[in-house]
């Protein structure tokens, strides 16, 4: 594949490699250029263009990402039509992902060109969930390296459905195990269960002695339980404790007792006969996730979890509070709209303006920052943080009357990072985002201010909500509180805007148009531009529902 810049005329057939703008013509990253798009490119200007072009052999992006999605796709997987040099896969049941770790180790070392990303293996999916992507970089690879990656590459994922449907939960009691302890057991149990379509088909309750427990096991399994579950009343400390007492004189076998997995350590792994025993940790009595939920998964998917396998699991076992992981360790709460702050940025000099504070120039009969301020107040963003610095005390004169929070930012000098840190960082702890706002921003609409709260949905992954219109990014930027430490670490006059391009993942664009989310008034010319709309010549925000 050849690459570069060429001359115009030189260009029909090839591959614009980057977005093409120019007096109101916009082409697209990716495009092939036709006849039509060289003549708009002409009459715009355009002399010389950026493009790759295929050469004899190559295959284009999509074509290559199809062939070799469709080669790793195991039992249980479906391949979407490629696009972008993209093709991702899903699950077609619910179930558990196996990766083969080494298989994709091999695929990814083949080529830069080649890449596969695929979700951790023996992770529990949902029907319709990714589960990988195959990614190619350049806009063509040659055949012959798309041939050697078809020759190696055998399926890497195969989704297993869940088949253990009926449970057997057998509860041992002591003096002072409150009985609602238990119960509440059962429900979160059932919960869990639920998720992979099983249920408790057995609830059993016995004195914490082996022999009640060595008879309750083998009922349990002669009653065709697929799975039996033993939360114990004291927490097994010793293979000749309780449970893997009674376990082994029923006359099943203990594989593991504990995992390097926290919290869980204190797991059993055993069978009797071909249906697995899990005597459970006291942490599973919880919702919260731990390491017996990741056992729970595998088996209800009709896996054998050998101790091996629970062996290599330390490495990522220390169950943390990452980005991935919406909610994490936390008890279910009733669902809720997640509550979200405004931050208003009013602390810069606006030195581009050339003289006075743009802040406090009039638009629409009122100053800048207060329309920005009121724009705020009057969506469902509570509380509104304002952050000030030059000419601080004009600006909370300018918002007096106002129910704001002003926070003093004395290092404004050292660019916006400052204010962005001074203002996340007073935003109250229970406030599960933050929405910030540029101050010299008068068009911004309260419409649009409470789209973009109604996109956050962090449970759903929806963790950064941006305005776009097309390829043109917006402000305001609402964000999780999971993103707030990078905020921190932002520094002078550098954006969020490397933030939102390294999560893409996390990205949730809200389509815009209008001026609203897009002028700031930093000139003359742009605040003339912010009076014109306001006086009738055009509408300052239309945004599409």
Partial sequence: MKFGPVPLGAAEGAIAAHSIRSEGLVIKKGTRLGAIEIAALATAGVREVVVAQLEAGDIHEDAAAGALATRIAGQQVRVEAPFTGRSNLFALTDGVVAVDRVGVDGFNALDEAITLATLPDLNPVKAGDMVATVKIIPFAVAGTLVDEALSRAAPLLTVHPFVRRRVAVISTLLPGLMPKVVEKTLRVTAERLARAGALIAQDIRIPHDTEALRHAIAQAVRAEADLVIVFGASAITDRRDVIPAALEAAGGVV?????????????????????????????????????????????????????????????????????????????????????????????????????????????????????VVEAALASRARPVLVVTGHDHARVEAALAGLPVFFVHNPDHATGMASSVRRGIAAVPADVEGAMVLLGDMPLVAPALLDRLVEGFAPEDGRLIIVPMDGEMRGNPVLWSRRFFPDLAGLEGDIGARRLISAHPEAVFDIPVTGAGAFLDVDTPEALAKARAYMAGAAAPDRDPK
């Fill in 255 to 371: 594989d593991r007792l504990g995992m390097p997995v926290d919290p869980g350590n204190l797991t059993l792994l055993g069978r009797l006969g071909p249906v697995p025993v899990i005597g459970a940790p006291g942490c599973a009595r919880s919702s919260k996730e731990n390491g017996f939920d990741w056992m729970l998964m595998r088996i209800l998917a009709g896996r054998t979890v050998t101790a091996e396998e629970v062996a290599a699991l330390g490495v990522g076992g220390l169950l943390m509070e990452i980005v991935t992981r919406p909610q994490p360790r936390l008890e279910p709460t009733p669902a809720r709209a997640p509550e979200v702050a405004a931050v208003v940025l009013a602390a810069g000099r606006g030195i581009r303006m050339g003289g006075p504070n743009k802040l406090l120039e009039e638009v629409g009969g009122a100053c800048v920052v207060r329309r």
